[in-house]
T-cell receptor
Framework: GAVVSQHPSWVICKSGTSVKIECRSL??????MFWYRQFPKQSLMLMAT?????????EQGVEKDKFLINHASLTLSTLTVTSAHPEDSSFYIC???????????FGPGTRLTVL | KQEVTQIPAALSVPEGENLVLNCSFT??????LQWFRQDPGKGLTSLLL?????REQTSGRLNASLDKSSGRSTLYIAASQPGDSATYLC???????????FGTGTQLKVEL
């Protein structure tokens, strides 16, 4: 089946630094990738949708200058949390869709802790 | 704005019991509904996908039903096992592009 990986699986950083999270589709071409955020004991909230080669579409309330998304190839999307603060600490999950838009394949998630 | 609610928030049952998880959504104009499983600290595993034109889907011990007009779906788990312990999430999509709105989740614990 289709596999999506994320790197790193966890990261701890100091407040004010930037962190990059990678999302890769390992065995299929992902025309669309999604980024979600999940706070403890809460559900997943969609942050943005990205299509290869074009700018990401952000959900209401998500700062595009703070959460930079790049989908430069059909197998890689990156999320950069700029000037991270403790309130950005969360579990970030990506998903990817190929030609079958009904199906999203989810990555294992990245736990970000900002001190 | 679509809102998806799941009841109960948490559930603990003895092994072997049949159980039902509930999902309700406020906007019935959905494209499809999916049930996912999430283990602690992990990503999501898709369990069942029901298209808006379908009433139910089955996979092994799992059966999901959809009543679009009333904005409800149920996930039925037969003969529960400790390995079924996880958080179960339902999610709806509105249409093309497949943006998912997730429910609040039900944390299930199946005890020996």
């Amino acid at each position: 089946g289709a596999v999506v990986s994320q790197h790193p699986s966890w990261v701890i950083c100091k407040s004010g630094t930037s962190v990059k999270i990678e999302c890769r589709s390992l065995d299929f071409q992902a025309t669309t990738m999604f980024w979600y955020r999940q706070f403890p004991k809460q559900s997943l909230m969609l942050m943005a949708t990205s299509n290869e080669g074009s700018k990401a579409t952000y959900e209401q309330g998500v700062e595009k200058d703070k959460f930079l998304i790049n989908h430069a190839s059909l197998t890689l999307s990156t999320l950069t949390v700029t000037s991270a603060h403790p309130e950005d600490s969360s579990f970030y999950i990506c998903s990817a869709s190929g030609l079958d838009l009904d199906t999203q394949y989810f990555g294992p998630g990245t736990r970000l802790t900002v001190l | 704005k679509q809102e998806v609610t799941q009841i109960p928030a948490a559930l603990s049952v003895p092994e072997g019991e049949n159980l039902v998880l509930n999902c309700s959504f406020t906007d019935s104009a959905i494209y499809n509904l999916q049930w996912f499983r999430q283990d602690p600290g992990k990503g999501l595993t898709s369990l069942l996908l029901i298209q808006s034109s379908q009433r139910e889907q089955t996979s092994g011990r799992l059966n999901a039903s959809l009543d679009k007009s009333s904005g409800r779906s149920t996930l039925y788990i037969a003969a529960s096992q400790p390995g079924d312990s996880a958080t179960y999430l339902c999610a709806v999509s509105k249409g093309g592009g497949n943006k998912l709105t997730f429910g609040t989740g039900t944390q299930l614990k199946v005890e020996l």
